[in-house]
């Protein structure tokens, strides 16, 4: 190899990556973040969301959480409709 | 009658053009080889390195980097499929199209020397596509494999220490998380029943991502067995496959239903057109 050829070699690599490493991800960055608990309560009476009165609609007043219909999934099932 | 006063044919300008074209060619073809040559040993540290350094945890930056050198290698296929299509294949058939007819004894040896120069100069093709393929397997490999076993065993401990540690948000009763979770996960609290939403730490949500990676690495051993087996034996496939998804649903119990039918239908895949 010659010198002019490792130039321009280890020229490309550096550019290369130059821009792999500050270029900007797709979907953005992904924070560090530490295990969470959080709850949400109904926005309309302040009622908490109990479980067996399912997760999309409030058991209070009837406010709507959600506007979708639950299937079957990992951990929420048809079961948990209101 | 026979023909035996006529000029026997002779072209020592198609002669001389196949040993030119043969030798432009084997230049050519040794001067990319050692472009990516070049390359991948200037290329592999820097591939290293920035894998080292990159602090994304789906390594994106070392992903950016390989896609980039890794095109650099298919822009020297191409050019050379160009080179071969135009300067090789199109001028074989243009020689040939001006020969006497192959039955013929002058016929018979000029495309025998049409011949040996198209296998000559094909030949040389394939060898440098075996190392181009060595080269982008090698600059694939550079970075070598991530210890995701120690990564899960202490997401493991972290999640022994953190699973009695959180409270509901509605009346402040302790809450344990009964199992690992890899994504949130609505949990109801034992005491008013409110549905809490538990979100994983990002450590834990990668271990759902590098489960398969994982298990991949867990079974190595009977990946290897089966490939290196000749005739490739489909009982070893099975057998790896197998133990794979296996060590994959212990990782992620919760996904082994899902997992289940994408093993079905990688072993209909692979039985496909084959044989059961």
């Known amino acids: 190899m010659t010198d002019d050829n490792k130039k321009r070699t280890a020229s490309f690599l550096e550019k290369l990556r130059q821009k792999a490493t500050t270029q900007q991800h797709y979907g953005g960055g992904v924070p560090e973040e530490e295990a969470k608990m959080d709850i949400r309560d109904c926005p309309n009476c302040g009622a908490g969301r109990a479980y067996h009165k399912g997760l999309t609609s409030c058991a209070y007043c009837g406010f709507a959480f959600m506007n979708i219909t639950l299937t079957d999934g990992i951990h929420i099932r048809k079961e948990n409709n209101s | ?202 450590a834990a949500r990668m271990v759902l991502h590098n489960a398969r990676e994982l298990a991949e690495q867990r079974t190595a051993e009977l990946r290897r067995a089966y490939e290196s087996s000749r005739p490739q034996d489909p009982v070893l496939y099975k057998k790896y496959l197998r133990a794979m998804f296996d060590e994959w649903n212990r990782i992620v119990p919760d996904m082994a239903g899902e997992n289940e039918k994408f093993y079905q239908r990688l072993l209909e895949e692979y039985t496909f057109n084959h044989y059961k």
């Not at chain 2, 991948?40 to 050198?69: C, N, W």
């Not at chain 2, 095109?71 to 080179?83: I, L, P, S, T, W």
């Not at chain 2, 190392?131 to 076993?149: T, V, Y």
């Open chain 2, 1 to 202: 009658m026979f023909d035996f006063f006529k000029k026997k044919y002779s072209n020592p300008e198609l002669l001389a053009e196949l040993q030119s074209r043969q030798q432009r060619w084997f230049v050519f073809l040794d001067r990319l080889e050692a472009r990516m040559e070049e390359l991948t040993d200037a290329g592999i540290p820097e591939l290293q390195q920035v894998f080292k350094e990159d602090t994304d945890p789906y390594k994106r930056s070392h992903y950016h980097m390989l896609l980039g050198l890794m095109g650099q290698f298919n822009n020297m296929r191409d050019k050379a499929n160009e080179v071969k299509e135009e300067n090789i294949i199109s001028f074989i058939y243009s020689a040939e199209a001006a020969l006497p007819p192959v039955t013929s004894p002058a016929g018979s040896e000029y495309y025998r020397y049409v011949h040996d120069f198209r296998m000559a100069c094909l030949d040389r093709y394939h060898l440098f596509d075996d190392r181009l393929n060595e080269a982008l397997e090698a600059l694939r490999h550079a970075a070598g494999e991530q210890d995701l076993e120690s990564a899960y065993q202490q997401e493991l401990a972290a999640f022994e220490k953190i699973k009695d540690q959180f409270t509901c948000k509605q009346c402040g009763g302790n809450i344990t998380i009964p199992k690992m979770f890899f994504i949130d996960t609505y949990i109801p609290c034992p005491f008013c029943q409110s549905q809490n939403t538990f979100s994983p730490s990002t």
